[in-house]
């Protein structure tokens, strides 16, 4: 199957500073990208969907100028949590579609998940 | 909120018994689907099933959805300490492209 890697997949920064997480779809060019976020024990909520060649499209409540994202190539999107606190420590976790798979009506709705990264802020 | 609803939140089985989470969503939908996050980890698809279709099995899974209820449940038969995870529904809008998760059920499985 399709296969989705993150980096780094753990970071520790400090309170202020910048972090930027990156996305690649390893075996399949990606048009469109998620990413998503969850806080210990609790579900994933979505926070943009990435297009790539275009601007991000964030869900209510996210502050897009707090979470940058790039989509600069078909296999590849970046999200820079800037002037991280605390209270964005959390799982980060993005996802893919593989439009290859849009021929297959059994397939072509799913969605490949990295591994997640794991975002501390002291 | 697009987020879905999961119960049970948690789930406590013995080991060979069987394991039934349910979900509730608000919208119309393409298809559902479940998927399984081990502690910390990322997620693993487990099953898809379309808005025309009623049940699906795959292995020990067996899912069925009710679109006129909007809800949807997994059953996990035969369940293994291995199945040990929490689970999660989600549901892809007719209206959107995009994927909104569940609440979640976390699954323990006692040997």
């Known amino acids: 199957g399709a296969v989705v890697s993150q980096h780094p997949s753990w970071v520790i920064c400090k309170s202020g500073t910048s972090v930027k997480i990156e996305c690649r779809s390893l075996?399949?060019?990606?048009?469109?990208m998620f990413w998503y976020r969850q806080f210990p024990k609790q579900s994933l909520m979505l926070m943009a969907t990435?297009?790539?060649?275009?601007?991000?499209?964030?869900e209510q409540g996210v502050e897009k100028d707090k979470f940058l994202i790039n989509h600069a190539s078909l296999t590849l999107s970046t999200l820079t949590v800037t002037s991280a606190h605390p209270e964005d420590s959390s799982f980060y976790i993005c996802?893919?579609?593989?439009?290859?798979?849009?021929?297959?009506?059994?397939?072509?709705?799913?969605?490949?998940f990295g591994p997640g990264t794991r975002l501390t802020v002291t | 909120s697009q987020q879905g609803e999961e119960d049970p939140q948690a789930l406590s089985i013995q080991e060979g018994e069987n394991a039934t989470m349910n979900c509730s969503y608000k919208?119309?939908?393409?298809?559902l689907q479940w998927y399984r996050q081990n502690s910390g980890r990322g997620l693993v698809h487990l099953i898809l099933?379309?808005?025309?279709?009623r049940e699906k099995h795959s292995g020990r899974l067996r899912v069925t959805l009710d679109t006129s209820k909007k809800s949807s449940s997994l059953l996990i038969t035969a369940s293994r300490a291995a199945d040990t995870a929490s689970y999660f529904c989600?549901?892809?809008?007719?209206?959107?492209?995009?994927?909104?998760f569940g609440t979640g059920t976390s699954l323990t499985v006692i040997p």
């Open positions: 996802s893919a579609r593989d439009p290859g798979l849009a021929g297959n009506l059994l397939r072509f709705n799913e969605q490949y």
């Open positions: 075996d399949f060019q990606a048009t469109t």
């Open positions: 990435s297009n790539e060649g275009s601007k991000a499209t964030y």
């Open positions: 919208t119309s939908i393409n298809n």
């Open positions: 099933i379309r808005s025309n279709e």
């Open positions: 989600a549901t892809d809008p007719s209206t959107r492209n995009q994927f909104y």
